[in-house]
């Protein structure tokens, strides 16, 4: 038999489905009512009982906030409380209490029936974060410890440089010496991804000329280039503040794999219809099909496709975060042009 939307036997459906959603979903769900701006708890789903630990029968009629807020949030809660009379959502990472001690949660605050009423859902969150914290200190211990190595294969390859007794063992010194700073390459290069991805930019104005010339600094393998920049009549391009970061890794790549005893590398800039576009142009050997597909986009970054290295992953972020593009495109005589393109300010 066909029901019309609005019937009773409408009506039913739509409540066997909400209480099936309720009791099933996996995040912890409060239907409560607000008295006297207190949450006062109506319905828990099983999901509830199991994060927080309470019995159903003991938390219904209960409030809320006295059930899982620590004494020291109560400021937080009672903002969350206001907003929900007052009809709006909450959304926010906080500290609940649970038999189990405080737990960090991600809760989501749905008001409904104008404000008098309301859903709290509550996503466990930390297996997660203690996780990311626990990550974030040790990629600090590494990048430190591998700063110190670094500085001491240095110090020592600059030593056997200076007391080589023939081409044999100044070559092996500079080997050495260049391993050293493909290291701290990669530990610099480790770090600005991470900030890079937990970033959420404000674009602002950029100045290119200054961008290239911080690049420029950061890259000691530039000395040993015939390095050419023309970038002074482009106008400010519109970023997150990382610009030089893409440029230094783009300046280390073209002089560290050039077969030359000398690379020539170009830095221009110019404005173009849709913004304004910067290019570093080498005179090496180019980058392999797979290692260009992942700089423009066309291949996925996956733990197979990842290329040689993170300097091309970190262009290729830095500049799609900033709403811009990269381009690959052989020389005539020989070398490649990666091109950045990004919106002017």
């Not at 600094?217 to 000395?223: R, S, T, Y």
């Amino acid at each position: 038999m066909r029901t019309q939307q609005g019937t009773p036997a409408n009506d039913a459906l739509d409540a066997e489905r909400f209480a099936h959603l309720f009791e099933h979903v996996q995040d912890a769900i409060i239907d409560f009512e607000l008295v006297d701006d207190e949450p006062i708890v109506r319905a828990v789903n099983d999901a509830f009982v199991e994060l927080f630990g309470y019995d159903p029968d003991d938390v219904r009629g209960e409030s809320l906030n006295g059930l899982i807020v620590p004494s020291w949030l109560a400021g937080e809660s009672n903002r969350f409380d206001r907003r929900t009379a007052s009809g709006k959502q909450n959304h926010a990472v906080v500290d609940r209490r649970t038999n189990d001690g405080v737990k960090t949660v991600l809760y989501r605050g749905v008001p409904y029936d104008d404000g008098d009423r309301g859903f709290a859902i509550y996503t466990d969150l930390t297996d997660e974060i203690r996780q990311e914290r626990q990550l974030a200190v040790l990629n600090r211990v590494l990048r430190h410890n591998l700063r110190n190595e670094v500085n001491v294969l240095t110090g020592h390859a600059e030593t056997l440089l200076e007391s080589a007794e023939s081409p044999e063992q100044a070559a092996a010194a500079e080997t050495i010496h260049d391993s050293a700073l493909t290291l701290s390459r990669l530990g610099e290069e480790a770090r600005d991804i991470e900030r890079v991805l937990d970033a959420d930019p404000e674009l602002e104005p950029t100045d290119v000329a200054s961008a290239v010339e911080d690049a420029r600094e950061a890259v000691p393998l530039v000395d040993r280039a015939d390095l050419a920049v023309d970038v002074v009549d482009a106008p400010s391009a519109l970023t997150g503040g990382h610009l030089d970061r893409a440029l230094a890794s783009l300046l280390d790549n073209a002089v560290r794999h050039s077969d030359a005893a000398t690379p020539r590398v170009t830095v221009s800039a110019a404005e173009t219809d849709d913004g304004v576009a910067v290019t570093v142009a080498d005179d090496g050997p180019g980058l392999p099909d797979h290692e260009r597909r992942l700089l423009t986009g066309e291949l996925d970054l996956t733990p197979l496709d990842h290329g040689n290295g993170l300097g091309l992953w970190l262009v290729r972020w830095i500049v799609t975060a900033y709403g811009g593009a990269v381009e690959y495109a052989d020389r005539p005589n020989g070398g490649s042009a990666i091109t950045i393109r990004l919106n002017a300010a």
